[in-house]
């Protein structure tokens, strides 16, 4: 995998109001949602924000490490498995939350783990678009999600910098 030619940098208010607008589309989808599945690490910040939203109070995590370094993607590892009870009924009545499907790896192993459940994402990229219900923000594959988590408080050049004007 190259690295990405275009930069997304989103701030912690950004990320907040992209995750209200996630539960916002959510609340329109079911009416009760039995509990939130989300994919460690990126999905807990959404989760928390939604499950206040929508007064989810089970929260259940999966980890599914993949990003073994900022350029490439490594192969894939069930690091914490989801709770057996949320598992019956394949996954109904569950939301699958994360901050963002990239391949879509990630989002098939979960998937294969809860058919039934509804998965939604801030970000979705097209590669793993197909695997997710419901999404805010449809970015290109070549662009990388800087997420506030990941960030301090730099400088940012203009745009104009990069293309040499």
């Not at 783990?113 to 590669?127: E, G």
């Amino acid at each position: 995998m190259s690295l990405p030619e275009k930069a997304f940098p989103v701030s912690w208010d950004q990320f907040h109001r992209d995750a209200r607008a996630l539960a916002w589309r959510l609340a329109g989808v079911n009416g009760q949602w039995r509990a939130i599945v989300c994919i460690t690490r990126g999905g807990l910040v959404p989760a928390a924000v939604i499950s206040r939203e929508l007064g989810i109070r089970l929260i259940e995590t999966v980890c599914v490490a993949s990003y073994h370094d900022y350029t490439s993607q490594g192969q894939l590892q069930v690091l914490k498995e989801i709770n057996p009870a949320l598992l019956e009924g394949e996954g109904e009545g569950v939301l699958i939350v994360d901050d963002l499907t990239d391949t879509g790896k990630t989002a098939a192993i979960v998937r294969a783990m809860m058919p039934k459940a509804h998965f939604a994402t801030i970000y979705a990229k097209p590669k793993g678009r197909p695997l997710v219900d419901t999404f805010v923000t449809e970015v290109s594959q070549d662009t990388w999600i800087y997420f506030p988590w990941d960030m301090g408080f730099t400088y940012q050049k203009p745009i104009s910098d990069d293309r040499g004007s």
